[in-house]
């Protein structure tokens, strides 16, 4: 049988792991945000001690983290070629030629940013969801969305389709593999013949699954209801999310992060301390 | 002092269009507290629906259901009816809700509003008694049949509902994990006092009942405790397969054997036959 596992959850107990949800997922949109401020190599390096400790704190193995990078690796190849390409420089600043193609210093400069930024855009939501389970997110989200309701938004039953449709994923998944299993038995073939023949091919896959699905959405409808269920309604939870002290540090630990950056960025109070002194590093 | 009454009890699927099914036909039974009841019948004769309407998961079409004498029609009495009345399903994979076992076994306390650390409790409670506490941190999707089952057994008892009915929830485990089920169940039974309705077309599941009832095409078609496993040919006509202990000492008392009592394991038939001579 084919392992699944959701997401990639590390199952380890660390600082990061403790932090409530909610103040993870924040952390990671303002991570994001603050991503699209850094321009300078001294700003990303900051960033990347800032992620290295985060890591360190969660315990998590640095090679685990990297890994996650390689779903992305093609991108950051394509865009660094492509930026590298079609860089149009100042003449006197080719670095090398040779017919139509062009590379100019800053078109490198450039591409390597980008290339950080994306990278560095990949690591804040990889780090979360090593550190959070997906039920923690959803219940995180619909504890953040939660003032939505009052506007008439089904905060409460979108969560649940989530967190349901998360736990699903696992069984259909493994019922895929026996129904493919089924068809292979009887001379099936997946693996060969061109894009159109494989998706035929797996067309006598797909339909008894969605059959299935809709008898498995039914029977669980049933035991839902068998429990009591109403919807929010009266609804507690045992695992309830705590906005503890660490929380709020580590929030103005990010805050005060955030800050530095946006200074890296506008040099606001020049006279306190010239950056211009740290630019020329780069 | 019965909890759950059906009196004259119709129900069709698809009424009123081509796909008609009779499914329950006049059906007028009532289980008591602390009784072990199971419902045998082939596939079709309307087990599931029986167990249905005794959630009110669906209402009867003519006739009454009530639970703890309240009325399954009436929608307001369905919450306080679903926490009086447990359902477990045949299929354990389709009645988890969450990825973390104890998570799941916490949802029913949850949407009756519990505060958090006596659903804690409850969790802890329910899965100890069916021997998954150790468990509680892991995910259900690794478990076996069995183990799976007894989670939503453990998911239905965090309820302490007064009746629980297992509709058929042992049919998809092996020899071993039935066996666990089952011992789970009629512990519930002796040391609890939960009303157990055992609903399966095995028989040898039945022979532990106080009362067993056959359905045959929507209706009651016998009921009664062990002795009915004497009208072999008739529960035969039916599609029902007799207890092999029952079918020899049936077949000893045709030869002229005398066997009065009931025999419906294999220990009791060693038991009655060894001392003959
Ligand atoms: N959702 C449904 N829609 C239409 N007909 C149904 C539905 N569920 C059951 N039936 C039909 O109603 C009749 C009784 O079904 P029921 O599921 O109660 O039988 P059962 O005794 O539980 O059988 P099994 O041993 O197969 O579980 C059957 O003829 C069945 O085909
Ligand atoms: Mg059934």
Redesign the interface.
């Known amino acids: 049988m084919r392992e699944i596992t959701l997401g990639q959850y590390y199952p380890v107990r660390s600082v990061i792991h403790s932090l409530d949800p909610r103040a993870k997922l924040v952390l990671m949109i303002a991570y994001i945000v603050m991503i699209f401020f850094v321009d300078t190599f001294v700003g990303y390096g900051l960033v990347l001690l800032f992620l290295l400790l985060v890591i360190f704190l969660s315990k998590v193995p640095l090679g685990k983290v990297l890994k996650s990078l390689k779903m992305i690796l093609f991108l950051v190849i394509f865009t660094v070629v492509m930026s590298v390409l079609f860089y149009n420089g100042n003449e006197n600043d080719l670095l090398w030629g040779w017919g139509i193609i062009r590379i100019y210093s800053q078109g490198l400069i450039n591409a390597g940013k980008m290339a950080l930024r994306l990278i560095f855009l990949v690591l804040g939501p990889t780090i979360l969801t090593f550190t959070t389970t997906p039920v923690q997110l959803t219940d995180a989200l619909e504890s953040l969305l939660k003032p939505l309701s009052y506007i008439k938004v089904p905060v409460h039953s979108l969560a649940m389709v989530m967190s349901i449709a998360l736990r699903l994923i696992p069984t259909l998944v493994e019922e895929t593999d026996k129904i493919q299993n089924a068809q292979k038995a009887r001379c099936a073939d997946f693996e060969t013949g061109n894009i159109f023949k494989r998706a035929k091919a797996m067309l006598p896959v797909l339909i008894p699954l969605f059959v299935s699905s809709f008898r498995r959405a039914d029977e669980l409808a049933d035991a839902m209801d068998s429990r009591c269920y109403r919807g929010a309604k009266g609804r507690t939870r045992m695992k309830k999310m705590h906005f503890r002290l660490r929380d709020a540090v580590s929030l103005l630990i990010f805050a005060l992060f955030f800050f530095v950056i946006l200074w890296l960025r506008y040099n606001f109070f020049p006279a306190f301390f010239d950056l211009s002194l740290l630019t020329w590093l780069v | 002092m019965s909890i759950i009454q059906l009196q004259d009890v119709y129900f069709t699927y698809n009424r009123a269009s081509d796909s008609e099914v009779r499914a329950v036909n006049g059906v007028t039974l009532s289980i008591n507290e602390g009784e072990f009841v199971a419902i045998v019948g082939h596939n079709g004769s309307g087990k599931s629906t029986l167990a ?1 309407l005794m ?1 009110g ?1 669906i209402t009867p079409d003519k006739g009454k259901v009530t639970v703890a004498g309240l009325d399954t029609a009436n929608e307001k009495n369905l ?1 306080d009816i ?2 009086n009345v ?2 477990v ?1 045949q ?1 354990p ?8 076992i ?2 799941d076994v ?11 650390d006596q ?2 409790e409850r ?1 802890y409670e329910s899965l100890k008694s069916v021997g998954m506490y150790d468990y509680r941190e892991g995910t259900p ?1 690794r478990l076996s049949g069995g183990q799976k089952q007894r989670v939503a057994i453990a ?2 008892l965090a ?1 302490r509902p007064r009746v629980m009915v297992l509709d058929e929830s042992t049919s998809m485990l092996d020899p071993r994990g039935r066996a666990d089920v089952m011992k789970v169940v009629n512990d519930l039974n002796k040391k609890e006092k939960m009303a157990v309705v055992m609903i399966t077309h095995f028989m040898e599941e039945a022979v532990t009942a106080d009362r067993i009832i056959v359905m045959n095409e929507g209706r009651i078609y016998m009921q009664g405790g062990k002795e009915i496993f004497k009208r072999q040919a008739e529960l035969e006509s039916i599609g029902l397969t007799v207890p092999l202990a029952s079918r020899v000492a049936n077949r000893l008392r045709e030869k002229g054997v005398v066997i009065d009592e009931d025999v419906t394991t294999y220990e009791e038939l060693v038991n009655k036959i060894c001392p003959l001579e």
């Open positions: 249905k959630n998961l919450f679903r926490r447990g359902v399903f299929n994979d389709n009645q988890m809700v969450a990825t973390i104890e998570d916490a949802f029913g306390p949850e949407n009756i509003g519990m505060p958090s659903i804690r969790v999707h998911g239905v309820l």
